[in-house]
Every structure is written in structure tokens, then in C-alpha cells.
T-cell receptor
Framework: GAVVSQHPSRVICKSGTSVKIECRSL??????MFWYRQFPKQSLMLMAT?????????EQGVEKDKFLINHASLTLSTLTVTSAHPEDSSFYIC???????????FGPGTRLLVL | QQQVKQSPQSLIVQKGGISIINCAYE??????FPWYQQFPGKGPALLIA?????SEKKEGRFTISFNKSAKQFSLHIMDSQPGDSATYFC?????????????FGQGTILTVHP
């Protein structure tokens, strides 16, 4: 149990285009999903917290208009990187949890490369 | 804002040896303290977690020791195997009205030589 999937696993796009990444909890309902960003050989940096049916809460320094998050159902959250630039190239990872105080389960990550 | 300091940054252990990774946190804990294991190009996977009302938790070769008064917790990997070679992250609750956010340590790259 507690499986989280992400799609796509890898995406290459041209600068200026938008990219959507999906995060799904496959066998449980996730009241909260989190989006992280990880640069090579670095730790996970939380970008935003997404609660189903409400607006996402962004961490300081993360542009909410650039990283659009939608949490339309208890099993799906999406991250859209708008007008992507090469500096947005990174490993994006989502996590999901059932309820407050519960463990976060991570997805396999999405490698984004912006040319 | 919770700060988590993890050490060492990297660790090399011989097969069969004990790997020890330490973490220290700053603010009062509420929920639990998980350890995650991450292989290159993969998302982190929950390894083991402990709640602050116990001092130790063991699952197979993995043990978490928790010292609430010192605000420290550590991961011990007994009989380390080459397959354990990965990056390990500790995490602690961010605290306040964080809605369960976690603050992660800097990570420890573990290499187990055969």
C-alpha cells in the first residue's frame, strides 16, 4: 500500500513552453500533497503544499505564477511549470499523505530538462 | 522554522559493518521522525520512522535511536550490504502551523564496499 506515481518520469522541452507533471496516490486518498525540487547531490527543497479543494501554499521564494499547482481530487495533484527556462531544469518530486501526522510517501520523481 | 543538521555528509563502510548517521533538530517535535532512502534518479522511499514517545525502534537491520532531551536521532544500519549504498535523509516536523511539513537534513551518501 501507499503507492504514489508521477507522470511523466522524464521530459525535455524548449525554453518558453509549459510542462505539466501529474502526481497520483494509487491506493489511498491523499488529503495533502507536497511538491519538492531537488538539484543534483542536494537535499529536497519543499516548493508548495497542496490540500485537496483549496489553493496551494507556496514556500518563500517560490513563484506561484510560475509553478501552478492544482489538487482537484484526493488522488491527483498537478504541477505546471509555465514558460519554462533552463534554470527550471531539475528533479521534481511529489509526496502524498493521508492525514496530518501521517507519513509522507514519495513519488518516483520527474526529471525536467529545459533546452 | 525547523532546522535539521545531518552528519556525516558521506560515509564509507565495509560489508558487514555498522553504518551510523546522525541528525539534530532545533524545535519541539510533534509528529514523527522519518528516515528516507534514495537511490540515484529515484524518489525517496520511507525506510523507518519513529514517534517521540519511544527511544528506539528496530526494523530488521535498521534501528532509529531517539534522544528527545538532546534533540537528536540517529539511524543505525547493521550488517551493511552493498545494496544499502544510497543517499539517506532524515526529516523532522517543520513545526508551527506547518500542516505536517517536513524539513529534511542535507543527506548522507553511504557507500558500502563489498
Amino acid at each position: 500500500g501507499a503507492v504514489v506515481s508521477q507522470h511523466p518520469s522524464r521530459v525535455i522541452c524548449k525554453s518558453g513552453t509549459s510542462v505539466k507533471i501529474e502526481c497520483r496516490s494509487l491506493d489511498f486518498q491523499a488529503t495533502t500533497m507536497f511538491w519538492y525540487r531537488q538539484f543534483p547531490k542536494q537535499s529536497l527543497m519543499l516548493m508548495a503544499t497542496s490540500n485537496e479543494g483549496s489553493k496551494a501554499t507556496y514556500e518563500q521564494g517560490v513563484e506561484k505564477d510560475k509553478f501552478l499547482i492544482n489538487h482537484a481530487s484526493l488522488t491527483l495533484s498537478t504541477l505546471t511549470v509555465t514558460s519554462a527556462h533552463p534554470e527550471d531544469s531539475s528533479f521534481y518530486i511529489c509526496s502524498a499523505r493521508r492525514a496530518v501526522g501521517e507519513t509522507q510517501y514519495f513519488g518516483p520523481g520527474t526529471r525536467l530538462l529545459v533546452l | 522554522q525547523q532546522q535539521v543538521k545531518q552528519s556525516p555528509q558521506s560515509l564509507i563502510v565495509q560489508k558487514g559493518g555498522i553504518s551510523i548517521i546522525n541528525c539534530a533538530y532545533e524545535n519541539t517535535a510533534f509528529d514523527y521522525f522519518p528516515w528516507y532512502q534514495q537511490f540515484p534518479g529515484k524518489g525517496p522511499a520511507l525506510l523507518i520512522a519513529i514517534r517521540p514517545d519511544v527511544s528506539e525502534k528496530k526494523e530488521g537491520r535498521f534501528t532509529i535511536s531517539f534522544n528527545k532531551s538532546a534533540k537528536q536521532f540517529s539511524l543505525h544500519i547493521m550488517d551493511s550490504q552493498p545494496g544499502d549504498s544510497a543517499t539517506y535523509f532524515c526529516a523532522a516536523p517543520a513545526g508551527g502551523t506547518s500542516y505536517g511539513k517536513l524539513t529534511f537534513g542535507q543527506g548522507t551518501i553511504l557507500t558500502v564496499h563489498p
